[in-house]
């Protein structure tokens, strides 16, 4: 199975809409992809590390291959210390060559669909360095895109086999103008932190959504490194979604590990007839404040209907059914939020409209919530290594599921 690469970008000043490749029928919430069973689409590490290989080019005309290979490594680590996942790295070797690349050095638009597409194959998982930006110009890309990642292929069991990354260098050139912009090695950090992230697997959280307008120390500390746009060079450091979410995709085991330390909230989100599934509605779990602002630094999400498929097929216009989700509809509105053992509360809200394209959060459609969120339900304790379930929530004042024209699946 090929993933296919979405159209969005990443934005300058410190607010960085993250580039992240999507399938055509993407459902996401806390993974990037699904399965057509609702799993999760995974890199299988039970017994190897993910094998990456780097460009032999400069990342920028002020960082050498040799300081950028080290960097990229970095990078990952922020991932692999995780101790509750046992999600792992390796670097490879250089870019393999291909039909149309063969120098080492991925510089141009046509040797970059060259290694992309044999990624696409599923044969490798390439790190490109662009190091001034003319491969992204060349590629008819947005001069302030910064980069992308993803993954590129997965099989017939669920498994990731190959994915990509491309680093704009430009941005850490030490020039500063209109035409060529730049940003501090920490935020640039904490843009490939996100975008290998996305390369491990994981979608984007609307968590402490407030910080669009601005925030304080305790929301910055419990915002996202996958929030979908850059709002602090904090994000270098892991906040808890990021850390529950990689370890409940790749959970490490015995002491200390993801069934030691966690546990997950499961429930439905529904419209006021308290029967129709509700989906593409965004489920934050917040830590119960005992006064030291916990509600704000330890929070979780999850978007309804995550495992669901996203396109069913039409008859009038003819649209195919995508292969991505399930068609099980008890997944329509089901909502599963990772979180460390504690006391929770679970609220509902809209995916903010921003968050579209390549910013995208959940399964691709940005809808209004249906009717007015109700108080949030809770508390409730959630205990490692169980599923604290039953966590409904109802909306209120919701129209109904459906019109005249339209009949139950």
Known sequence: ?????????????????????????????GPTFVTSSGNAFVWDVSSNAIAYRTDGGNLSTGINNATAQARVRTLFDVWQDVPTSNIRYARAGQIQAVTGFSDGDVNTAEEFDAVEGDCFDGNQSPIVFDVDGSMFEDLGQDPSVIGFAGPCAGNGAGKIVSGRAVMNGIFLDGIENANNPELTPAEFDAAFIHEFGHFSGLDHSQVNVNCLSGCGADDLAGLPTMFPFLMSSQQRTLAPDDVAWISFLYPQSGTGGFNATHGVIRGVVYFSDGQSHAQFVNVVARRVDDGDNEDRRFAGSSVSGYRFRLFHGNPITNAAPSSAGSDNPAHIGLYEIPVAAGSYTVEVESIDPEFVDGSRVGPGLVVPLPGDAPAPIGPFTVNAGQSSNGHDVVLIDTAPRYDDFETDP
């Open 1 to 29: 199975m090929r993933f296919i690469q979405h159209s969005g970008r990443a934005t300058r000043l410190l607010k960085l809409a993250a580039l992240c490749a999507v399938p055509a029928a993407a459902l996401a919430g």
